[in-house]
Nanobody
Framework: VQLQAFGGGLVQPGGSLRLSCASS????????VAWFRQAPGKEREFVSAISGRGGRVDYAEFLQGRFIITRDNAKNTGYLQMNSLQPEDTSLYYC??????????????????WGQGTLVTVSS
């Protein structure tokens, strides 16, 4: 499985972006997909995840409902809609995939496949 994350960019505080995670595999629905992020000088942290068929999702508490994770298995693509972006959301965002388990989404070491990261910068 090869993943490609894209959709990052520069946005003003309060703005929105939608990240995409495109997969080369044909069995995309058999993989859980997660988003992690890493800000300069900080450790990578969990952001959100969605189960293989989309029935379960998980969000980091610091998001406070601002982000929405979805997926379209017919297009082999996952999405992260980011709203009300703040400067502290500035990070390199990675998508990752693992064989579907449908639970314990935050275990970073379980994700075997990673995209290259897409940079999100929130600044006025």
């Amino acid at each position: 499985v090869q993943l490609q994350a894209f959709g990052g960019g520069l946005v003003q505080p309060g703005g929105s972006l939608r990240l995409s995670c495109a997969s080369s595999g044909s069995t995309f629905s058999t993989y859980d997909v997660a988003w992690f992020r890493q800000a300069p000088g900080k450790e990578r942290e969990f952001v959100s995840a969605i189960s293989g068929r989309g029935g379960r999702v998980d969000y980091a508490e610091f998001l406070q409902g601002r982000f929405i994770i979805t997926r379209d298995n017919a297009k082999n693509t996952g999405y992260l809609q980011m709203n009300s972006l703040q400067p502290e959301d500035t990070s390199l965002y990675y998508c990752a995939a693992r064989r579907a388990r449908g639970q314990d989404f935050r275990l970073e070491d379980e994700y075997r496949y990673w995209g290259q990261g897409t940079l999100v910068t929130v600044s006025s």
